[in-house]
């Protein structure tokens, strides 16, 4: 598993690049996208696609050439595979299979943000990209709204003004967020205003609404301590994304509801879909 730049073709490791180079094969998200990468460091290697619409299939492939004792190189277009990326898929199966999988760490843009966000060190939540949907990125946001920690999104430059519109109302207005644009490429800019003030900053310049976004929101006052996150609520958004043991997994961690508790609801709650959904 091997990171590559998320902009700048330099910030790429001097392991990466090794492993590049002796690799029997490269698992690429775009080969288009990794073969500039390998043309820029000067590299050659045999290219094969592996994206979502095609992982389940490639990722068997991947397990019959490591079987052969190839050694396989898996990279996505930019950063970290598997985060907001493909590539679990291809982990989970040669693991499953008795393969090594050997991570090369490396550039990857949520933490690259964090480190420029000038938000107080403590915990954060990586939530990847928000729903498309309105309704559904609206629900997403309520489960994390009363959440102690810094939330990071991902977003595309078509949706992101919606997205902050939605994070506005959600949120609440006087939330810091802090908004990285193009990370590590000519034209990067990392702005910091309220969340309440975000959207129109987007709207002043077009130049402001191009590139790739992450969007960092400061995370909910702690008034009380007594007071804990809506679990259910929580649970709930969980439930309609991830496998039931998952979710109740996530959910405790996410907010220090008890396990018993929690799993005992998620039963509930899935018994209640079967019902509706027969």
């Known amino acids: 598993m091997v990171a590559t730049p998320i902009g700048n073709l330099e910030d790429v490791s001097l392991r990466a690049l090794e ?20 043309a820029h460091h000067r590299l050659h290697g045999k290219l094969v696609a592996v994206h979502q619409h095609n992982e389940r299939r490639a990722a ?15 990279v996505t277009d930019a950063g970290t595979p598997a985060v907001s990326d493909p590539g679990a898929t291809v982990v989970a199966k040669a693991r499953a299979a008795g393969f090594r999988v050997v991570p090369i760490p490396g ?8 480190s420029a966000a000038g938000i107080a ?3 954060f939540l990586f939530a990847g990209f928000l729903p498309a949907k309105p309704g559904a990125r609206r629900k997403a946001l309520e489960a994390l709204s009363a959440l102690p920690y810094t939330l990071v999104f991902y977003e595309a430059p078509h949706r992101v003004v919606e997205c902050v519109e ?6 609440g207005t006087e939330r810091i967020l802090v908004i990285a644009r193009e990370l590590t490429k000519l034209f990067e800019q990392i702005h910091r205003c309220r969340l309440g003030e975000a959207a129109a ?25 007594g007071v804990k996150p809506d679990w259910e609520r929580v649970l709930a958004t969980l439930l309609a994304e991830l496998p039931l043991a998952h ?4 959910a405790c961690a996410l907010t220090g509801a008890k396990r018993k508790t929690v799993y005992a609801r998620a039963l509930e709650l899935a018994r209640e879909t079967d019902t509706r959904h027969p």
Do not use: C, Y
């Open 60 to 74: 068997d492939w991947i397990v019959e050439a490591l079987a052969q004792g190839k050694n396989i190189a898996l």
């Open 166 to 171: 939605d994070m506005a109302t959600t949120l």
């Open 107 to 114: 550039p990857n843009a949520a933490v690259t943000a964090l």
């Open 121 to 123: 060190d403590g915990p």
């Open 19 to 38: 492993s590049l180079a002796h690799a029997d094969a490269i698992a690429a998200e775009d080969t288009r996208v990794t073969a500039r990468l390998l």
């Open 201 to 225: 900053w987007l709207g002043a310049d077009p130049d402001h609404r191009r590139g790739e976004f992450v969007l960092i929101a400061q995370g909910a006052a702690v008034r009380d301590k």
């Open 247 to 250: 979710a109740v997994k996530l």
